[in-house]
């Protein structure tokens, strides 16, 4: 636990504000997760079967309830928004489908962008506390008594070195958890582009009296 402190104050001022992007990327990597894995994240194929099922059985408000089991989840509610106008024409279908999706996709992207922008701020004043620390080293060298370089030098080396080395201790977790959350970012707003179209097939093919399968 030493070691960790004198790493710490050994870095100089760089190392607070360095920490402050720590904390924070931790805090928006524990809130993406939870709502990205827990909230917004489901088992599109396997719910979409079952409104699939549903659907072709004329049963919107079962497939309605069905979505409502998933209240946070983001398909559900782009997919409860076209159920609900299921009744109506081609264009009222696809409207509130938009209208949803527009209103759902935002909450899924965001903040998980802010965690590149933690990481790439992190590094910077890692590299700045090294060129700072840089400085002071030479500066000692030029006014500093015999005596005293050694001494000097190894302070301010320690702060070139120790903010370079918190920066990236900093910023490689929040580039490896913004890789992450993009992928399920990527994967939820996949899920609503294809099962939607999907939905409004089916929806306009029963409005014909001629249902057919979601996937062919």
Same mark, same amino acid.
């Given at each position: 636990?030493?070691?960790?402190?004198?790493?710490?104050?050994? !870095?100089?001022?760089?190392?607070?504000?360095?920490?402050?992007?720590?904390?924070?990327?931790?805090?928006?990597?524990?809130?993406?997760?939870?709502?990205?894995?827990?909230?917004?994240?489901?088992?599109?194929?396997?719910?979409?079967?079952?409104?699939?099922?549903?659907?072709?059985?004329?049963?919107? @408000?079962?497939?309605?309830?069905?979505?409502?089991?998933?209240?946070?989840?983001?398909?559900?509610?782009?997919?409860?928004?076209?159920?609900?106008?299921?009744?109506?024409?081609?264009?009222?279908?696809?409207?509130?489908?938009?209208?949803?999706?527009?209103?759902?996709?935002?909450?899924?992207?965001?903040?998980?962008?802010?965690?590149?922008?933690?990481?790439?701020?992190?590094?910077?004043?890692?590299?700045? !506390?090294?060129?700072?620390?840089?400085?002071?080293?030479?500066?000692?060298?030029?006014?500093?008594?015999?005596?005293?370089?050694?001494?000097?030098?190894?302070?301010?080396?320690?702060?070139?070195?120790?903010?370079?080395?918190? !920066?990236?201790?900093?910023?490689?977790?929040?580039?490896?958890?913004?890789?992450?959350?993009?992928?399920?970012?990527?994967?939820?707003?996949?899920?609503? @582009?294809?099962?939607?179209?999907?939905?409004?097939?089916?929806?306009?093919?029963?409005?014909?009296?001629?249902?057919?399968?979601? @996937?062919?």
């Amino acid at each position: 636990m030493s070691g960790i402190y004198d790493f710490y104050f050994q !870095g100089g001022a760089f190392m607070h504000p360095i920490a402050i992007c720590l904390i924070f990327g931790i805090g928006l990597m524990v809130e993406r997760f939870i709502f990205l894995f827990f909230r917004y994240n489901i088992n599109g194929a396997a719910f979409m079967a079952q409104i699939q099922k549903l659907v072709m059985a004329n049963n919107i @408000d079962r497939a309605i309830k069905l979505c409502n089991a998933a209240p946070s989840a983001a398909l559900p509610k782009v997919v409860k928004a076209g159920l609900t106008r299921a009744n109506k024409g081609e264009m009222e279908i696809a409207n509130a489908i938009e209208e949803a999706t527009l209103e759902v996709i935002p909450k899924v992207q965001k903040r998980t962008n802010l965690l590149q922008a933690v990481a790439n701020v992190a590094t910077m004043l890692g590299l700045l !506390g090294t060129i700072f620390g840089l400085i002071e080293a030479f500066k000692a060298l030029d006014s500093a008594t015999a005596d005293q370089k050694s001494k000097l030098l190894a302070k301010y080396i320690s702060i070139a070195l120790n903010t370079t080395a918190f !920066g990236l201790v900093a910023a490689i977790p929040c580039l490896v958890a913004h890789a992450i959350l993009s992928s399920i970012t990527k994967k939820i707003i996949d899920e609503i @582009d294809e099962y939607t179209v999907k939905l409004q097939n089916l929806l306009f093919s029963r409005a014909k009296g001629s249902a057919n399968p979601l @996937d062919r």
